[in-house]
Nanobody, 116 residues
């Protein structure tokens, strides 16, 4: 079965860090551009950042630039989102998304809560 599974979410204090992982099974992640999205309660899903197939190019939303870093390890069939200097407004469900041509696959999401 082809699926993406996110992990690493949780509760963290403001200023803290978390590292989210997105693991693929049933298909090869290296063929896909990868994106991280998030959705806060009552808000639309927004793109956090993206990384191309070989990891040579990344881009980020202005709200996370300088704090979040996306990386990938195609040998492990996984993508990561390192989140530093977390703020309460980063609280959301975080989703990874794999995209190749017309194919788009989503994980089930992992909750990140930033609160003291």
């Amino acid at each position: 079965q082809e699926q993406l599974v996110e992990s690493g979410g949780g509760l963290v204090q403001p200023g803290g860090s978390l590292r989210l992982s997105c693991a693929a099974s049933g298909f090869t992640l290296s063929n896909y551009d990868m994106n991280w999205y998030r959705q806060a309660p009552g808000k639309e899903r927004e793109l956090v950042g993206a990384i191309n197939t070989i990891g040579g190019s990344t881009n980020y939303a202005d709200s996370v630039k300088g704090r979040f870093t996306i990386s990938r390890d195609n040998t492990k069939n996984a993508v990561y989102l390192q989140m530093n200097s977390l703020r309460p407004e980063d609280t959301a469900v975080y989703y990874c998304n794999a995209r190749w041509l017309t194919v788009s696959r989503w994980g089930q999401g992992t909750q990140v809560t930033v609160s003291s």
